[in-house]
């Protein structure tokens, strides 16, 4: 067994519980689960997906910040979700940071390949692409639009398909929990947001 795939399925799991409840604890279990899955995907030879978390570790504290700063402003609220609307500005950028960003990576670890610095990447267009969706839902997720659910929906597939095909099955059994959270956790946030 690795336990580190294992200790990446279990800080995932809190992870997105508390991603659905909408804590701000979520983000320190996020640094803990972004390094995990770092050497995970490193050491498969999954560059994006590496690439991905270290971008997660990242928007952690981002995202610790934006949450903190946007609770203030529901304090006679409780529990509720805090939500911000989504714009066609942010829909279109998304949309071309999708396409290039894939396409991009795409090339970018094409060309470290046949320069010898990476191994081949053996699913370079999925893993690709699934990078560049998560990273757009977690701006999206950072700003709180209840629409990053259904990114995460289509990249969790797409993540849980990558790891299967690689033989990683603590990987693909937490990418298949986080399909299925994500599911969830739109129900929860379309009931309990409140926009802001």
């Known amino acids: ?49 590496f690439a991905l978390n270290t971008y997660y570790l990242v928007t952690s504290f981002i995202g610790l910040w934006q949450w903190s700063r946007d609770k203030k402003k529901l304090v006679s609220d409780g529990d509720r979700i805090h939500l911000n609307r989504l714009t066609v500005k942010t829909v279109a950028v998304s949309a071309v940071v999708m396409v290039l960003g894939t396409f991009g990576l795409v090339e970018l670890m094409q060309w470290l390949n046949s320069a010898g610095i990476l191994q081949e990447n053996p699913m370079s267009y999925l893993d690709s692409a699934a990078t560049i969706l998560s990273a757009i839902a977690t701006w999206w997720l950072v700003r709180s639009y209840i629409q990053q659910w259904w990114l995460w929906i289509v990249a ?11 033989g990683m099955w603590w990987m693909t059994a937490l990418y298949a929990a986080y399909t299925l959270s994500a599911v969830y956790g739109w129900a929860h946030w379309r009931r309990n947001g409140k926009y802001i």
């Open 1 to 49: 067994m690795d336990m580190m795939e294992i200790f990446t399925l279990v800080t995932g799991v809190i992870y997105i519980i508390l991603e659905i409840r909408q804590k701000n604890l979520m983000w320190l279990v996020g640094v803990l689960t972004s390094v995990a899955a770092m050497w995970v995907f490193f050491r498969q030879g999954l560059y994006a997906s």
């Open 156 to 166: 969790d597939l797409m993540s849980t398909i990558l790891c299967a095909s690689q």
